[in-house]
């Protein structure tokens, strides 16, 4: 089965980021213009929190706050689940079921390298299994 890794490599590694002192407007612009739902939170080069759309409409819009004056900090969530390069495609979707969790940052020696979504890791199972099929077609038609 595909590792992460494999997977960082078609997909690219690009992370988009935001500081905790942020506004959560800034942060939900950003993910609009990016067209992510989630933003891995840093303060230097350390993962500190990651922010979703999810983080935003339970803790700000149900909250009653003002997104211009709540700061990414206030909202984000702090303990992260993580992947590792090495990790199967399988097992990340396991972790983001266990964990209820639908972004995983991808770390290699505490340094953030990738992030990947459950879409990610949904495409790369029905490529899997589609390459399979064909294959299975191919050695039955002979």
Do not use: N, W
């Amino acid at each position: 089965m595909k590792t992460i890794k494999e997977l960082l490599a078609q997909k690219g590694t690009t992370v988009h980021t935001v500081g905790p002192d942020a506004s959560v407007y800034e942060a939900i612009s950003l993910m609009a213009e990016k067209d992510v739902g989630a933003l891995v939170v840093v303060d230097g080069e350390s993962l500190v929190g990651i922010v979703t759309e999810r983080d935003y409409a339970r803790k700000i819009t149900l909250e009653g706050r003002v997104s211009r004056d709540t700061r990414v900090a206030e909202i984000m969530t702090r303990r992260v689940a993580c992947a590792r390069p090495d990790q199967t495609v399988e097992e990340c979707m396991a972790l983001m079921t266990d964990k209820r969790v639908r972004h995983l940052p991808v770390l290699e020696d505490e340094r953030l390298v990738g992030l990947i979504s459950i879409g990610d890791l949904v495409k790369a199972i029905i490529a899997e299994q589609q390459f399979l099929i064909e294959q299975l077609e191919h050695y039955i038609s002979g």
